[in-house]
């Protein structure tokens, strides 16, 4: 059984840090690409960062420069430091994994990531 258990979300204020993570189980990790997607309130999920099993890594322009995505593979755990928040970037975030083939495409049930003014 897969599962991705996100973990770290919270209320913070503008200006401040989380770091989020996401603990895989059931899959090969080290094989998967992972991802950070991100849903706010009446808005369409949206690609937040992404890393690849060779630890290239891809970002929303939204978030370049503020957040880093990164990987361990010996505890199958996907990060995503946020710094510099915005209210903006509140929203539900979702962890992502993606393996070789359309088929194998899991999320996580999502953390909640609520910036303050």
Known sequence: QVQLVE????LVQAG???RL???ASGIPFRIYVMGWYRQAPGKQRELVARITRDRMTN???SVKGRFTISRD??????????NSLKPDD??????NAVGLT????????GTQVT???
């Open 115 to 117: 910036v303050s003014s």
């Open 102 to 109: 359309s088929a194998h495409d899991y999320w996580g049930q």
């Open 21 to 23: 993570s996401c603990a």
């Open 7 to 10: 973990s770290g979300g919270g």
């Open 16 to 18: 401040g840090s989380l």
């Open 90 to 95: 509140t929203a539900v975030y979702y962890c």
């Open 59 to 61: 970002y929303a322009d």
């Open 73 to 82: 593979n010996g505890q199958s755990t996907v990060y995503l430091e946020m």
